[in-house]
């Protein structure tokens, strides 16, 4: 698909195959595609599969960047394959393979149990047991921006594995596990941001992070991941838990 | 054989499914079945705002909301399932807050919202003597009843109602594709999947199954939907002998990125966006004089089909433009509150789109309008339903025991023939509650019922089929005709003789489908053969769709035939349901509409008259 009349372009497109049951170990293969500069690696992955090699096995699903389906390695870098478009790949080669960190099961595919393991180990949902109002909950847009950003995050794992200490030790929760943590103990409305953090305290916790920025250069949807980090590691160490912006966030996030 | 049993099973990890199984859950024992992870579902890529009339800005009510409702599904809708999404809305809104939903805010911390197309009130000003094209002369104004979070209201709720599933311990069966109903004298007794990462087929015995599989907008070649969205709750259903209803009513979303058909929210044009034609002109002041480009989707998409014909699109090509920028919106004063605008706030409000046109058109949206065409984006049809989800077989409202629907793969009916923006959020969280609740009260008054013996026979015939032929030619060549012919002659615009066509090119295409084989004969994650079985719904869906529109010789909502350019109430005023009535064939019945009658100076009436439907 394309969105620009602009000549197609060859590209040599090789992808670390691997087949659990005819193959010992991983190996590549390598496509000779017509690719639109506005073509997003994805079409191109999809091409092949739907045109070369039928056997080709990858995830995907919305194509657009929401549901996070086809996170991998792209030219070295974890990506969703459906954000990086031709146009912006460099020389003539694009290489894919599997993110680090987790278990390949086949081609491009990786169990993502112990990634969802890991999210759903920090209680990433709201506990609030006073009794709720007739209506909303109050919050102010101030202390709705505080989490904004953590809000954001669709599981895609392009982070957690990115990051070379989960690379060295995947007991270690990971940057999306925090991130969605992060979401809950500075919403002003949850009750359980003393759980979390505590839970985040354990050596597998927010303190193997390095802050190697790797998690935010790979993020999709953009989310100060690093910074986040240190918001959570700050507030274990000073106790304190702010639930409020500060006025650059506010007017960030404020929309009347 | 591997064998499951639940009280209550779910399939698909949407909004209605999690929905169902946060209610299903606290009452019985619960399962959901997803062929994707429940957090890649489509509900995540809904955009603008979910609809409740909680009058957190300006006055508002839920009636408002059902008559917006009734006249935007062009009068099609059943009248009493309008009602109850409309007040239940409310309450499901204030629900997902209370289950941590970060809806944006207003200044004194209520839920935020925001004007969509086709969401009015009655204007305070109105006066019937008014000059026409004065403010005064408009009987209903826009009214800011769209609760949202930015541009991404869909993710957050499927992020939320996730989370809960989680705190709620609600058992998942992630990657395990569904492939056959198991039904036994016209009952569900359960279903078969197929686990993803393994090749094998699973039996789950269920009391109570509630397909919540979402859309088939993969039936069309420019669509917003993702490739997961095949239908195979009521592909399998319609196999099974069950009825479609109102299939014929597609809508296509005027604001698809064009070529890639990747929406852009109807926020844009209730934030104050405005379309242009290739002269620059504000085409919808033609079209829809009162509400101009925040008329109802399938009077926009039409519209556009209408401007690009007369050689009006873009340096005379297939598209118009989508304008948000600030100064735009400032020119035509059309912001939310009428006061001026900046780029920030319009980033603020927009993000995700901003970006979306970013990337996949290379535009900058705060500088330089968007290319945009009509996208194929929602089923109005789908399963008939009751308002307790439970599945209809025919014309009188025989219940299938058992076998439960909500969301888009259902149809109960209360998007009509055009559903409204924000609709279809309100519709899955209200009627997969209804649902949930109603599938664990089966549950709990009956026992479980035998199932027949290898329940499971059929996929596997039909798998071994697809695994030991040789492959003929690709799949997808089927399914790129099928698209083609679906968006060509079956799309905005009809005809008897388009429909004709595509008619017998899907009876072509499915005995060519009958004849395909898979390259990849392995176990473990074979994509190919599941893409394969997905094309297989979407055929039958086509057939359905087609069946519908041909059988309907009026034009009403999304429907738009041609060769019948009106409205026919005397015979067409109301549902069809397609059955499956042999190989390639299909046979039409119809269901009278849903209408609420009230008592006015001592005579029966009915509460929402019909009327010529104008924007």
Request: net charge negative.
């Amino acid at each position: 698909m394309s969105t620009s009349d602009s000549a197609t372009r060859k590209l040599t497109v090789k992808i670390k195959r691997y087949n659990p049951e005819q193959d010992d170990a991983p190996h590549w293969e390598q496509y000779e595609i017509e690719a639109h500069p506005m073509d997003r690696v994805l079409d191109v992955l999809l091409n092949v599969k739907w045109y070369q090699d039928e056997t080709l096995n990858l995830r995907r699903s919305c194509a657009h960047g929401v549901c996070g389906s086809d996170a991998m390695r792209i030219n070295g870098v974890n990506a969703l394959a459906c954000k990086i478009l031709v146009k912006n790949l460099k020389g003539d080669t694009l290489t894919v393979e599997p993110m680090l960190g987790l278990p390949v099961i086949k081609d491009l595919i990786v169990d993502m149990k112990p990634f969802f393991d890991h999210y759903k180990s920090v209680m990433p949902y709201l506990v609030n047991d006073d009794p709720a109002p007739t209506t909303e909950r109050l919050q102010s847009p101030s202390q709705r921006a505080r989490y904004d950003d953590s809000t954001k995050c669709i599981l895609c794992a392009c982070c957690t594995t990115s990051c070379p200490p989960f690379w060295g030790d995947q007991k270690y929760v990971g940057p999306a596990a925090i991130v969605n943590a992060h979401r809950f103990i500075f919403d002003s409305r949850d009750r359980a941001a003393a759980d979390r953090l505590e839970i985040l305290n354990d050596t597998e916790g927010v303190w193997r992070c390095r802050t190697v920025f790797n998690c935010t250069s790979a993020c999709p949807r953009d989310i100060k991941i690093t910074q986040r980090i240190q918001e959570v590691k700050r507030a274990l160490l000073t106790g304190n838990v702010d639930v409020e912006a500060d006025s650059t966030e506010t007017l960030e996030a404020a929309t009347h | 054989m591997n064998y499951h049993r639940f009280d209550s099973l779910i399939v698909g990890a949407g909004g209605a499914g999690l929905m169902a199984a946060l209610e299903s859950s606290k009452r019985v024992g619960t399962a959901v079945v997803s062929k994707l992870y429940p957090t890649r579902s489509h509900t995540g890529a809904a955009q603008g705002g979910i609809a409740a009339a909680l009058a957190n800005l300006e006055a508002d009510s839920w009636e408002n909301h059902a008559y917006d409702t009734i006249k935007g599904g062009d009068f099609l809708v059943d009248q009493t399932a309008a009602e109850v999404l409309c007040k239940e809305a409310v309450d499901c809104i204030y629900g997902l807050e209370h289950m941590g939903l970060p809806f944006d805010r207003t200044a004194d911390g209520r839920i935020s919202q925001r004007r969509f197309g086709g969401h009015t009130k009655p204007n305070p000003k109105y006066d019937p003597a008014a000059p026409a094209g004065t403010d005064a002369a408009k009987p209903r104004v826009p009214v800011m009843r769209a609760c949202h979070s930015a541009d991404r209201t869909g993710h957050m709720i499927l992020q939320t109602l996730y989370q809960q599933c989680i705190k709620q311990g609600v058992t998942f069966f992630d990657e395990f594709h569904m492939l056959d109903l198991v039904m036994v004298d016209g009952e569900c007794r359960g279903i078969v999947a197929i686990e993803i990462a393994t090749g094998q087929l699973h039996t789950f015995h269920a009391k109570s199954v509630l397909l919540a599989t979402g859309g088939f907008g993969r039936m069309f070649k420019v669509s917003s939907n993702a490739y997961a969205l095949t239908g195979d709750g009521p592909a399998i259903a319609y196999r099974h002998g069950l009825p479609l209803q109102d299939m014929e009513f597609f809508q296509f979303h005027p604001t698809g990125i064009y070529r890639l058909g990747i929406l852009l929210s109807e926020a844009c044009r209730g934030d104050g966006g405005i379309m242009f034609n290739g002269k620059g002109e504000r085409f919808m002041e033609k079209y829809a004089p009162n509400l101009k480009d925040l008329a109802s989707r399938d009077v926009c998409s039409r519209s556009i089909y209408q401007e690009v014909r007369a050689g009006n699109g873009i340096d005379g090509k297939d598209y118009v433009y989508l304008d948000i920028r600030a100064e735009t919106i400032n020119k035509y004063g059309t912001s939310p509150t009428g006061q001026k605008v900046d780029s920030a706030w319009v980033e603020r409000r927009l993000p995700d789109i901003i970006e979306f046109a970013r990337t996949y058109l290379g535009v900058d949206p705060i500088k330089e309008p968007m290319p945009i065409q009509p996208t194929a984006h929602y089923a109005m049809g789908g399963l008939p339903t009751n308002l307790e989800g439970q599945l209809l077989r025919d014309a009188a409202g025989t219940v299938v025991p058992g076998l439960y629907s909500a969301g888009e793969s259902a149809c109960v009916s209360v998007h009509g023939a055009n559903r409204l923006g924000t609709n279809s959020l309100v519709d899955l969280v209200v009627y997969g509650r209804r649902a949930g609740r109603a599938m664990a009260r089966y549950a709990q008054e009956v026992e479980f019922k035998p199932l027949p013996p290898n329940p499971e026979a059929p996929t596997k015939a039909a798998i071994d089929a697809l695994l030991s032929r040789p492959r003929t030619e690709p799949w997808v060549k089927i399914r790129d005709e099928m698209q083609r012919t679906m968006m060509d002659d079956c799309g905005v615009y009809r005809t008897g003789e388009s429909l004709t066509r595509a008619r017998d090119t899907i009876v072509e295409l499915k005995e060519r489908y009958k004849t395909l084989g898979v390259q990849d004969k392995g176990s473990v994650f074979n994509t190919g053969l599941l893409e394969v079985l997905e094309l297989g719904c979407l055929l039958d869906l086509a057939e359905a769709t087609v069946a519908g529109a041909l059988a309907r010789t009026e034009s009403r909502g999304a429907h738009s035939r041609e060769d019948f350019p009106d409205r026919d109430d005397a015979r067409f005023f109301k549902h069809s349901l397609i059955y499956s009535s042999g190989e390639n064939q299909t046979s039409v019945d119809y269901k009278d509409v849903d209408v609420i009658y009230v008592e006015k100076n001592g005579e029966r009436v009915p509460k929402y008259p019909l009327e010529i439907r104008k924007y």
